[in-house]
């Protein structure tokens, strides 16, 4: 009997922290897993509701929500992360290299850019227990820094500033060692709360290298704390102004928004604390802190090395100084397990006292649902069928009830809405996808939290079907999406509240002067025919001018508004569409310049739309992604590769580690890789702007096809095209030139019109008959192949020489390859390599001139050099 308890209990242990493996021939639907569990209960509705102020409140947004995640907590969280094997003596994932990822990098890249963001712009104030901010830099201004004492500033006019007496942060660039909490070694601040502002604190931090951080802020909670906090962050030039409900969350790291910042230290970039409030008691402050750094926390004498984004929980919970109960469950003695638990103990720390855990201990942040998002084992022997999702949930814990009283079966409920969803959402967007099972079992970030949970395993890694809809971030923005949508239904059902469905992001985005120095800004709305609420009903612009970071918005009805621009001013606009859900993601950057004294326009056409997976190798012996031949394009920037793979063996599948198919190196752990930022826009209008002759226009390729855009007003067209290109893998399509542009920019060259192209598969794209025509025939190009820039990057001609980005970097996307395009008849070469070959085509022509660049022309790394040649460029082409 005793042999009996004992295997249940290794069983369930294993079961906490395990992966789960499959082997298929064929998809398995629909199947419900062991132990059986209960259907779901049609009625979820819950008396337990939080009514008072959110922990932060973004008070610079234009638009409000009523029908979404507005005033909601939740917690959510990517699995696992690095952690320190102490039998190993080293620091290492807990999942394996497969198909260049792990599942501790691959989830982030789900939750990270994805489903976090989505979750916010439904207005859902999001926690997760791993470090967010894809930023290797960190800054923290401090009282108790005597070092960075220049960048803390008190100012006191009526009232003063001084300690609250409770213990805060303290950090002077140490490594932590066990059971150090950073928020018990320095001191903390408070003043009297006034109507009128009459005290502020200013942290104000050097930077050393521009770009986007996160701004988190600390500050003990007292009896006598006020709800509304008032913190204005300067970003840019640019001022957001947040409240913080102060009540809760003290002693900890609270996270307000990421923002753009300069290089250096100015006043334009830093955060403001005032003592402005409608309600009597005290503000209270600590420290504040920039980017998420590098791992502090040193585990067998030494840290991982790495970025904190990439570190486990365990990790995080002790910067962010949560108590030894929270990450130190096992003593210390094994840091994979601690780290299990330290993701749902500190979602209970943050929630505890708070309506949805009264009788618990913690901070009083109303968390109301954490999400575990995963991925697992398990391959198909047929080496094509997908092995898809199953979610997870545990309802028999603590005598079935979680900590506000509700019944576990709340989170069977909404385990079965999150399985659901994606099925049904992928299975309209891409036709294919495989409902698993739905388990009712013991496992950590199911029971343990406090409030209603689930684990959502999206895909395999182990399975290369699975991963090549994985790898792609169009599939990640789908799954997010669902992921979003089944929360929103659920705790609209838990509350008994109709909801909206946040709408899809504008399309057909485009700025045109209606007079001399106005503008005309049109776009068309997106429907969403899975949801018939996200339907737009406004609108939020947002600009930026010259130097400046983009504004907080502002709201807008209709599907277009006019501009009075400044002169010789570069303006810059993107656009997101709103509901009472919740805001869509931005739609790319587009840029206008007025200049008084031009008499010719430019159009610039942003025609990189692509987003891809890495290149796909699937033929009867070998399988895999070859990053080699073409790593793809993330969304702005990602940390999701772990190194190229090394076995494509399809006889090895089912092994894990060398010698198993799918088996990839380490050599680009922590590594940054920058990808389609969606403003390259206004990299060229700045350049054009040098020259000081022209009017300035822009707008996406898609407008060219709808023909919302008259070609026949410009004098020359920019066509931007990036590493756009059709690769044959993508779910979904792209193309340098689509037949119908073709047609649309030979017939404007036949009418006189001048072109600048710059993209790195220009020729390449461009390989069958009709396309190799079209390059003749309009460019005036043939293809000769490309090359990937072996020992040098430098391109010279037009009198100067000049470095581009060819390998991959944290800063700028990189064209790895480049196209080599001689010139037919009467053009000539403009531009060589390092080699001497053709990379760029300049014709001159009776009626139309046209320059080409088989690389692209934001890739120029220097600022500099960029105004230089567009000058040298326009010059030929519009003089």
Known sequence: MQKYIYIFLTCIVLAACG????????????????????????????KVEYKGLPWVTNKSKPIEITKGLQNKHVSVWASHGRYFNQNKDRWEWQRPNMFCTNEDLFTQTIVVPYLIPMLENAGAIVFTPRERDWQKNEIIVDNDNEILLPYYTEVNINKRWQNSGIKGFANFGKIYGDKTNPFKEGTTRMVQASKVKDCEISYQPGFT????????????TLPQSVPDAKYIVYHKGRQTVFNVNQRMGGGT????????????????????????????????ADAVRFGGGMGVVARGGKTSGLPKCLEGSRYYAQWAGAPESVYYAKNGTDDYKEDIYSRPYMTNWLAGGSCFAPNEAGLNVPLELSLAVHSDAGFSKDYSSIIGSLSICTTSANGGLLASGMSRFHSRTFADYLLNGTNRDIIRKY??????????????????????????????HQNFPDMTMGQDPNFRFTYARSLYKSILRFNAGMHGKPYVVSPLAPENFCVDFVASDTVMLKWDRQDDVNEPTAVPTSYVLYTAINGYDFDNGIKIKGTACKIKLMPNTL????LTAANEGGESFPTEVISAVYNPHATKTILIVNGFQRLSAPAIINNEYSQGFD??????????????????????????????????????????EGHIIRGNEFNYIPVHARAMMKANR??????????????????????????????????????KYYKTFTPELQDLLEEYVQRGGN???????????????????????VLHVTYNGSVRPSFSNTITGMGTSFDIYTTLNEDHYASTTIDLISPIGKAFCALTNNEGHSVCVAYDGKDSRTFTMGFPFECITSEKKRSAIMRGILDFLLE
């Not at 388990?439 to 395993?457: L, V």
């Not at 303006?571 to 993107?574: A, L, R, V």
Request: charged share 25%; proline share 3%.
């Open 571 to 574: 303006y810059s606009f993107k």
């Open 253 to 284: 790291w609270v996270y307000l928004g990421t923002f753009d910042f300069d290089y250096g230290c100015n006043s334009d970039n830093r955060v403001v604390l005032t003592n402005e409030s409608s309600y009597e008691g005290v503000v209270t």
């Open 209 to 220: 290298k521009s770009g986007r951080y996160a701004v988190y802020v600390s500050y003990p």
């Open 627 to 668: 990053l080699n031949a073409d790593i793809g394009v993330c969304l702005d920037k990602t940390l999701g590769y772990c190194g190229s793979q090394i076995c494509f063996d399809k006889t090895k599948i089912g092994t894990e580690g060398p010698g198993g198919l799918g088996y990839s190196g380490n050599e680009l």
């Open 694 to 731: 022209y009017n300035i226009v822009s707008c996406s390729k898609y407008s060219l096809g709808k023909n919302i855009v008259n070609l026949d007003k410009y004098d020359c067209i920019d066509m931007i095209l990036g590493l756009e290109k059709d690769d044959g893998r993508s779910l």
């Open 19 to 46: 992966t789960h493996r499959n082997i298929v021939s064929q998809p398995q639907n629909n199947k419900q897993g062991n132990k059986k569990s209960s259907k779901p209960i049609k009625e979820i509705r819950t």
């Open 431 to 460: 036709g294919k996808w495989n409902r698993r099972y739905l388990y009712d079992r013991n496992y950590a970030e199911t029971r343990c939290p406090i409030i209603p949970s689930a684990i959502i395993e999206t895909m395999s």
């Open 755 to 777: 072109m600048l192209v710059s993209g790195a598969y220009i020729g390449s794209d461009m390989r069958k008959d009709d396309e190799a025509d079209f390059l003749k025939n």
